[in-house]
């Protein structure tokens, strides 16, 4: 953590400058602007479960395409009782 105290006679603008100087230098703001935007990857099991949930979802719409069946309401019933 960065703390300046205000010198004897100093201006809060120099106070101001100088602190900003200091987190510059400290390269806190390029650590917080690489990592604002990261999000965690996903383990091993949860990619596989997502691929084993869209293959679910691919064959019901499949099936609901062979039966002639295929539109948004058939497809959000059939997905409702696919377990994630």
Known sequence: MIEVK????????SLIRRFSRRVQQSGVLVKARKTRFRT?????IELRQG?????????????????????EENFKQAKKKIVK
Not at 40 to 44: I, L, M, R, V
Not at 51 to 71: E, I, N, P, S, T
């Open 40 to 44: 965690e990857e996903k383990s091993k």
């Open 6 to 13: 205000k010198k004897d006679r100093e201006t809060s603008e």
């Open 51 to 71: 691929a084993l949930y869209r293959a679910q979802v691919k064959k019901v719409v499949d099936r609901l395409k062979k039966m002639g069946k295929f539109d």
